[in-house]
């Protein structure tokens, strides 16, 4: 019998830009800014470093493509404030460790500095270890790296640039806002 396995994308539009969701069948693997077009050549080295066989199919019904395109627009259109599709991390077992702690420790509309994220995984002095692992965050706006600012309270490094960061920031804050005064 010939097993194959796939993985599964597609590419929509947000108000950050264009962005593409890669999946398997046991979760979402990657969230990346940029069209599909743009990510094949990352995707094809991705796929070889992490020993990932089988093919990049473009399938925009796929269960998990759908649900992340789904709750990411829902997150635009103020209607969502966490995300609930599976993850399907590859990563270090350190860069996991700072991911699962973006996703439970920041919540929407707060931030929160890299030596904050270092002390709250019990290693203060993992402040740029901490930043490596932020800087290969591999599920853009789901596990919210834009949440993270330097200690200063300056902007710092974002995989999508500090424009998108601070529109991310800007809307939460906003959506923040609007939810208070109602």
Request: hydrophobic residues 35%.
């Amino acid at each position: 019998m010939n097993h194959r396995s796939f993985l599964y994308y597609d590419s929509f539009e947000t108000p950050v830009g264009p962005i593409t969701v890669l999946a398997n069948d046991e979760g979402v693997c990657r969230i990346d800014y940029g069209h599909s077009q743009e990510r094949m050549a990352f995707f094809q080295t991705w796929k070889k470093k992490h020993l990932l066989k089988g093919e990049l199919v473009y399938e925009p019904d796929h269960t998990y493509v759908k649900q992340a395109i789904k709750e990411i627009d829902e997150f635009f259109n103020g209607d969502r404030r966490e995300f609930s599709v599976p993850l399907n991390c590859y990563g270090t077992e350190f860069q996991r460790k700072v991911w699962r702690n973006l996703l439970h420790t920041i919540p929407f509309g707060e931030t929160r500095t890299y030596k904050d994220i270092a002390e709250s995984l019990a290693s203060p002095k993992a402040v740029r270890a901490v930043g490596g692992a932020i800087n290969k965050n591999p599920f853009a706006i789901v596990v919210p790296c834009h949440r993270v600012i330097g200690s200063n309270g300056k902007l710092v490094g974002y995989a999508g640039g500090l424009d998108k960061k601070q529109q991310l920031l800007d809307l939460e804050k906003n959506q923040t806002v609007v939810k208070m005064n109602k």
